[in-house]
């Protein structure tokens, strides 16, 4: 009997209209948009709620009614290879219900690319289509104490985490940027007064040295480890480096960690996807 698989249920499409562009520092920018079809949002309990933005060739947005928003499903599946949409992972830093927006926030890495490019030229009018949420981690609100360390692009997810955290939460928030001048303005962010956030740089350290894997081993880590919960998020290369401080080191339960590589220096991002799939994409 020849065996089936169950196509995973999906996610639905959501068409969104650029209100706002912020520049958060020299290498990050937040992009607010309007959910136009609020209704079709489903909503996720876990804060790392992240979207797939979608990006249509020239050939497919030319049939595309004027106003109209392309369809992702219908065309992804009747699209040819060379015409096939782009897709971006992006965290959502913030779902804001009653006004039916999102928060996009967006490390800048030069010309190259999709997410980037969209979002350093991002206005208000400006349409975009996205498929989510989709998210994993929960943070357990009874954690003895919790570990939330990322880069830039890790840092939506680890601020969302922050202010999910209950006000007795315990811990520290390390956010690595390139220097000083790439720090974020945090007045707005709800952080419990018994969380710490620490910026590290990579400027500060030397070539074949990481300022979040040294800030991860460096960190005031409580004498009982049982009940601590670690989300480390970030460069896949640093991220397989925190593993042996987290595991070999530290001697954590899988059950207890959230690790993963978001992005791979020397890497596009099509690339990087692929390669997760291989013995030099894995993480854990």
């Not at 926030?105 to 975009?128: C, I, N, S, Y």
């Not at 945090?186 to 620490?198: A, D, F, K, W, Y």
């Not at 590589?261 to 894995?282: H, I, M, S």
Request: glycine share 6%; charged share 25%; proline share 7%.
């Amino acid at each position: 009997m020849e065996k089936t698989t169950a196509r995973k249920p999906r996610k639905p499409q959501l068409n969104l209209e650029v209100t706002e562009r912020r520049e958060l520092s020299p290498g990050m920018v937040r992009v607010v948009c309007r959910i136009a079809n609020h209704a079709d949002y489903q909503d996720i309990v876990p804060p790392e709620k992240y979207v797939k933005l979608v990006f249509f060739s020239d050939a497919t947005l030319a049939d595309i009614p004027s106003g109209e928003f392309p369809d992702y499903w219908s065309l992804r599946d009747a699209a040819a290879p060379e015409d096939l949409p782009v897709t971006r992972h992006m965290t959502l830093r913030r779902y804001d219900a009653a006004a039916g927006t999102v928060w996009i926030d967006v490390a800048l890495h030069g010309t190259e690319g999709h997410a980037g490019p969209w979002a350093a030229t991002a206005k208000p009018g400006d349409r975009l289509v996205a498929v989510g949420p989709g998210g994993k981690w929960e943070p357990d609100p009874d954690a003895s104490w919790t570990l939330l360390a990322g880069d830039e692009a890790a840092i939506p997810a680890v601020l969302a985490n922050v202010e999910s955290l209950p006000d007795t939460a315990e811990g520290l928030a390390i956010l690595e940027v390139q220097d000083p001048a790439h720090r974020h303005d945090l007045s707005g962010v709800t952080v419990p007064e018994g969380v710490r956030i620490q910026w590290v740089y990579r400027s500060s350290h030397q070539q074949d040295e990481r300022a979040l894997v040294l800030a991860v081993s460096r960190a005031p880590w409580p004498e009982d480890l049982s009940g601590i919960q670690v989300f480390v998020h970030g460069e896949r290369e640093a991220m397989k480096e925190v593993r042996k401080e987290l595991f070999d080191r530290r001697n954590l339960d899988r059950s207890q960690v959230s690790l993963s590589g978001y992005w791979a220096a020397g890497r596009t991002e099509d690339l990087f996807q692929a390669e997760k799939k291989l013995p030099v994409g894995k993480i854990l």
